[in-house]
């Protein structure tokens, strides 16, 4: 009995007829294929198409920045020495020899000054980061303008703009490590604007600085933060939005062959990833060869911090600038109640703060939700054809512009030889005018481009030819635009707004209808009512211009 089953079983496993590994690493990589299914991985993967397009680069140089700001990262931090303990400077550099500071600002002296290439590496690690927070807001921008973040990808929208508040906050802990006079000051105004909170303003300075500012835990707390905890976090995020651009197919522009159920283009190996690592060098030596050529954060010329100083021309980095904006141009409010006092000036600025941030993350919701659209979408909808969504993203940057203006208001006042309380003035009355005109601008421009794709559509684009008609009447010859552009031009579409029922039903019963479901018809008709999209010309219009009628 004991052999039969035997027999059975080794009967029913049929011989391998793969042949033996050419060599050890074909071998091992066979072991780990048996254990890690490694191969059938890379074979689902490895094909994966990419749309071929240079918007797309933008997220590669979020990418690329990113792993530069890692590399360069690691290397500074064998030599910086996060302490406060204070040392007497005796140094290459002379202008600082015998001043106290503390072993932060020493070592990052001695970084820049005795570390071989360490001045190098910090300039790159500082421009990159610069880069990095640039391209990700430049990134999520070209997503939110060609309406890339609707259904499936919301989630990855989100994700993406947690990494680029997280890259905010840890750009401006990084440049405050090294405890000098300009980044000193920037902490002592973070500090200021904790306080400033109600109730637990207190508290969350205890626990940032450990006591009474300035301390000596700041640094050694900033660089916890700046090195594991928030870069872990974007590490995961990081991944996490890769996992998912990989799960929801690529976005693409509309084009002839491009579906909602395809993707046109290149697979990752080896083309795309060919490409990909040529770029990664190219940014790579672009950044290297600013960091080579522009001085940035030149700390042995602002000296260490003394709480009892300020330095000249104090600004932080570009992407905190707006935050600093909304306080300079808020007035120095203040109410005092039950013995108490509320610092508005500084209070409605960090109120204000994040709301501007957060338009950017609750934005694709609200769209769904306006106009209920479950559908998903891969094709791409060129900015034009979504005029109001264009003119809202306008809005936000020119938002933002006024408030980098508003921050850097006295380097604009000795720069440009102007009044800074005028600068001031005209930061307040631009941030509720400038963004309101330049949606209306966006949104006529839009329309505008609109009306000229349908003036392309029906009697195609103008070739400089003029031909004069028998009765004397000169015309310009128009030529057909070829069907590749006929496609692209007329390919997306133009929903309708959402219609409240009727007030009274067949039985003559007055409809109810909530104050949201009203709010929400009121959306939809701003976003897609007859002010807001021109109508796209129709195959008969098409063909009865083209037939002979009036064409040329």
Request: glycine fraction near 10%; include cysteine.
């Amino acid at each position: 009995m004991s052999s039969a089953s035997s027999a059975t079983t080794g009967a029913s496993k049929p011989a391998s007829t793969r042949a033996k590994p050419a060599n050890k690493a074909e071998a091992a990589a066979d072991w780990a294929d048996g254990r890690l299914g490694i191969y059938s991985l890379a074979k689902a993967n490895l094909r994966k198409i990419f749309p071929d397009h240079w918007s797309f680069m933008l997220g590669e140089i979020c990418l690329y920045t990113f792993i530069i700001i890692i590399l360069t990262g690691v290397y500074l931090t064998l030599f910086f020495k996060p302490s406060m303990g204070e040392v007497v400077y005796h140094g290459s550099y002379a202008p600082l020899n015998g001043i106290r500071m503390s072993e932060a600002y020493a070592s990052t002296i001695d970084i820049s000054f005795e570390v071989r290439g360490g001045l190098l590496i910090r300039q790159i690690h500082h421009w990159a980061a610069l880069v990095f927070v640039a391209a990700m807001l430049v990134h999520m921008m070209r997503v939110f303008f060609t309406g890339a973040f609707r259904k499936p990808r919301e989630v990855n929208w989100v994700f993406g703009f947690l990494l680029l508040v997280l890259g905010m906050f840890d750009g401006f802990f990084g440049y405050s490590l090294p405890d000098d006079l300009l980044s000193g000051t920037g902490i002592r105004f973070m500090e200021g604007a904790i306080l400033a909170v109600p109730l637990v303003g207190t508290y969350i300075q205890m626990f940032l600085f450990g006591g009474q500012f300035p301390g000596v835990d700041i640094v050694p707390r900033f660089f916890t933060i700046h090195v594991l905890l928030i870069p872990g976090i974007m590490l995961g995020l990081l991944v996490a939005h890769l996992i998912l651009v990989f799960y929801h197919k690529h976005t693409q522009w509309a084009g002839p062959g491009k579906t909602e159920k395809n993707v046109v283009g290149m697979p990752l190996m080896p083309v795309y990833m060919a490409k990909a690592g040529g770029f990664f060098f190219l940014v790579f030596g672009i950044i290297s060869a600013m960091s080579a050529i522009a001085t940035i954060n030149p700390i042995w010329a602002y000296g260490p911090y003394r709480p009892d100083q300020v330095s000249t021309d104090a600004q932080p980095d570009w992407y905190m600038g707006f935050s600093e904006g909304l306080i300079r141009i808020m007035p120095g409010w203040e109410i005092r109640a039950w013995g108490h006092t509320l610092n508005m000036g500084v209070m409605v600025p960090l109120a204000i703060f994040p709301m501007v941030l957060a338009a950017i993350a609750v934005y694709p919701f609200i769209e769904s939700w306006i106009t209920g659209d479950k559908r998903e979408h891969h094709i791409l909808d060129r900015p034009r054809n979504a005029p109001v969504r264009t003119g809202l993203g306008a809005a936000w940057i020119s938002l933002y512009l006024v408030l980098l203006v508003g921050g850097g208001n006295d380097l604009f006042a000795t720069h440009l030889h102007l009044s800074i309380n005028d600068i001031t003035y005209f930061v307040r009355v631009g941030f509720f005018v400038v963004p309101v005109l330049t949606f209306w601008i966006t949104k006529r421009w839009c329309l505008g481009l609109q009306r000229r794709d349908k003036e392309k559509v029906l009697h195609g684009r103008e070739t400089g030819v003029i031909k004069r008609l028998p009765h004397g009447e000169f015309v310009e010859v128009h030529a057909q635009l070829p069907q590749d552009q006929l496609h692209t031009i007329t390919a997306h579409e133009q929903p309708q707004p959402l219609e409240l029922p009727a007030e009274v039903d067949e039985n003559g019963v007055a409809a109810k209808t909530s104050i949201l479901q009203r709010t929400r018809a009121k959306l939809s008709k701003g976003y897609f009512g007859e002010t807001s999209q021109i109508a796209k010309p129709t195959a008969e219009e098409h063909h009865e211009i083209t037939s002979g009628h009036g064409h040329h």
